[in-house]
């Protein structure tokens, strides 16, 4: 079969700030994955098009694909101050599709996973698959191609009358199979700064790692082997010259020994890379950040609890936990970045001075202060949002939809712009 | 590499972007230099220097206007060889 993938993100700043473009490394694996003996790939990726729509349209007419794969990273830009909703884009991208071609359409990453049956609804695909897809969607390819019933397969999402179906299963990749850089424009990417994406370990709500799983949070870590990760940074700079990664990984630093082990492999490879990772506070000692710095590592990405949806009460303590992290950084000269959110649930006056005060002591190289809290679905933030009336069901946070406490709401912005005005590292969104 | 300083910084050199830099990576030689160089080498890619300048001379690489492209190599070159860099600024001045 003709098989087009498209990854439509175009986003191109982190913490609506940074200028980043991220490498849609996920549809690389499900690239991978597809059996090329039987099936014409061709990729798409928006990131760079002036006219997505139109260089698609151009591409779909050219290759008359049978099947066009959708990725979709973000749902949103998490901005309270400057909300950029995504997904208009993408359904009008499908509705140009369907006007222009009879492919199947099928949806799926990151942002697609977090909620299948609403983001299906929204977008109207034939098919959606949610998890990972790399094994998922060449699977329903195989189907498809066969004639056959795809419906047993993991993550699927269909529309069966008036309901939207999700298949339980397996819908974490293994990814054994290299993803397919060479499909992607890495010297235009590796310009783009921030590094390359590497994966290294994934956990979290959007993968989930088991029927019933779903929904879990910062559980079922799935960790590459550290072997497979310095294969691919040696085949990242033997064939494309890259010598700057980011580590996509929600905690590098946990479990701490893999860390360690990744730091130690990639200091004995020989390879001289800079690369970028995020840390998940509550692990760490001097000996990593140290191996860190000496691997290459060149700023750390603080994933702060701070603000989020503990209660106030606990604020103190979360605060000195990530000082924790923060001081072997500072320690040991690593630059970190820090995000607070402020005005969830519980913030008072006092609270935020707290906040306001130990980002001043800290002395992050960039600190991004989130005003109100971006609500996901099936976290106590989202009971919240429903017990007060933000929201009356989780299929809603398809579109951005922030907490902010109504003790804070009406001063909380300006305080904030005042705060930052004399700090030129920190930025407010 | 990351962030470029381009030619709006010539004769101008502000220097709020060095008070922003977290990681020292922009520098200059005073009485020497006409514009400011940002270190590739060294560049976190935290983009906290470039709101901070008056004349908006810095760019993501990405992002660097095709006119000023050459300010790229301009910056890296100061680390190796400070004269040479320094001609190519005059050279493009003179242009300009």
């Known amino acids: ?429 | 590499m990351t962030y470029v300083i381009a030619e709006p910084c010539i004769d101008v050199m502000d220097q709020a972007c060095t008070k922003a830099c977290p990681v020292a990576c922009i520098h200059f030689e005073h009485g020497k230099d006409r514009k400011l160089y940002s270190d590739p080498n060294e560049c976190i890619d935290c983009g906290a220097c470039e709101p901070m300048c008056p004349v908006e001379a810095i760019y993501a690489e990405l992002d660097l206007p095709t006119k000023w492209d050459p300010f790229a190599a301009i910056d890296a070159l100061w680390y190796d060889d400070k004269n040479a860099a320094r001609a190519k600024v005059d050279a493009v001045k003179a242009k300009s």
């Open chain 1, 1 to 429: 079969m003709r098989v087009l993938l498209i990854a439509t993100n175009q986003a191109d700043r982190y913490m609506d700030r940074m200028s980043v473009r991220p490498l849609p490394v996920g549809l690389a694996y499900v690239a991978a994955y597809l059996d090329t003996t039987r099936h014409h790939l061709q990729i798409f990726d928006c990131m760079f098009a002036d006219d997505a729509v139109t260089a698609t349209l151009n591409l779909v007419q050219h290759f008359q694909p049978e099947v066009i794969g959708l990725s979709i990273r973000n749902l949103d830009n998490q901005s309270y101050l400057n909300s950029v909703w995504y997904l208009p884009a993408v359904r009008e991208l499908i509705r140009h599709i369907r006007a222009a071609s009879q492919a199947q359409i099928v949806c799926g990453g990151p942002a697609f996973s977090i909620l299948p049956e609403a983001c299906f609804d929204y977008l109207r695909p034939d098919v959606g698959l949610a998890g990972d897809a790399a094994e998922s969607f060449a699977q329903l390819v195989d189907c498809l191609e066969r004639g056959v019933s795809c419906l047993d397969v993991a993550g699927l999402v269909t529309r069966d009358g008036n309901h939207i179906v999700v298949q339980e299963g397996q819908c974490a990749a293994s990814f054994h199979t290299p993803p397919r850089l060479d499909l992607l424009d890495l010297q235009r990417y590796d310009k783009a700064g921030f590094g390359i994406g590497v994966v290294t370990k994934l956990a979290s709500y959007y993968y989930p790692t088991s029927p019933g799983a779903t929904h879990d949070s910062g559980n079922g870590w799935r960790i590459r082997p550290v072997e497979e990760v310095v294969e691919e940074l040696g085949r990242l700079q033997r064939d494309f010259g890259i010598r700057k990664v980011f580590f996509i990984d929600s905690g590098f630093n946990v479990p701490l020994t893999q860390a360690k082990a990744l730091c130690q492999a990639l200091l004995q490879s020989g390879l001289r890379f800079r690369w970028n990772s995020y840390l998940r506070v509550g692990e760490g000692d001097a000996e990593l950040i140290d191996l860190m710095r000496r691997s290459g590592c060149a700023l750390a990405l603080l994933n702060t609890p701070v603000g989020g949806e503990e209660a106030a009460a606990e604020l103190q303590t979360s605060l000195e936990q990530t000082r924790r992290l923060t001081t072997l950084c500072a320690q040991g000269d690593l630059p970190f970045t820090v995000s607070l959110t402020f005005g969830s649930v519980g913030e008072t006056a006092t609270t935020v001075e707290q906040k306001l005060a130990w980002l001043r002591d800290t002395q992050p190289a960039f600190a991004t202060l989130r005003v109100g809290a971006r609500v996901l679905p099936f976290t106590p933030l989202a009971k919240v949002a429903r017990e007060e009336g933000l929201i009356n069901s989780e299929a809603e946070l398809i579109k951005p939809t922030f907490y902010l406490s109504a003790a804070v709401r009406a001063w909380l912005v300006d305080h904030l712009r005042t705060a930052a005005a004399t700090q030129p590292r920190w930025h407010l969104m």
